[in-house]
């Protein structure tokens, strides 16, 4: 079993920043590969940020491309998610996500809590 904690969620004035961690335990953290995903109201969740188990491999939607940045520390099992240039669009509940291989990265076997992000304009 991994658990994961997702922290750093809140409320942001558009065009700022904030940055989501995400922290993991019940297993060698840097096994999986580790993602974000997020689900605004009324949609379904949808896929952010993705990184192989050493993060030099990344992922990232279309609409987070150059304002998003996942990276990861394997010594401390946590992952990140910076997040800048916000927009009221990306308001959503942000969960971060685990798997054991690159490949499934858009499907995981793991799944945080979630934490809200709200981004007023």
């Known amino acids: 079993q991994v658990q994961l904690v997702e922290s750093g969620g809140g409320l942001v004035q558009a065009g700022g920043s904030l940055r989501l961690s995400c922290a993991a335990s019940?297993?060698?953290?840097?096994?999986?590969?580790m993602g974000w995903f997020r689900q605004a109201p009324g949609k379904e969740r949808e896929f952010v940020a993705a990184?192989?188990?050493?993060?030099?491999?990344?992922d990232y939607a279309d609409s987070v491309k150059g304002r998003f940045s996942i990276s990861r520390d394997n010594a401390k099992n946590t992952v990140y998610l910076q997040m800048n240039s916000l927009k009221p669009e990306d308001t959503a509940v942000y969960y971060c996500?685990?798997?054991?291989?690159?490949?499934?990265?858009?499907?995981?076997?793991?799944w945080g809590q979630g934490t809200q992000v709200t981004v007023s304009s």
């Open positions: 996500a685990g798997s054991t291989t690159y490949s499934g990265r858009y499907t995981p076997d793991y």
């Open positions: 019940g297993r060698t953290f840097s096994n999986y590969c």
């Open positions: 990184s192989s188990r050493s993060g030099i491999t990344t």
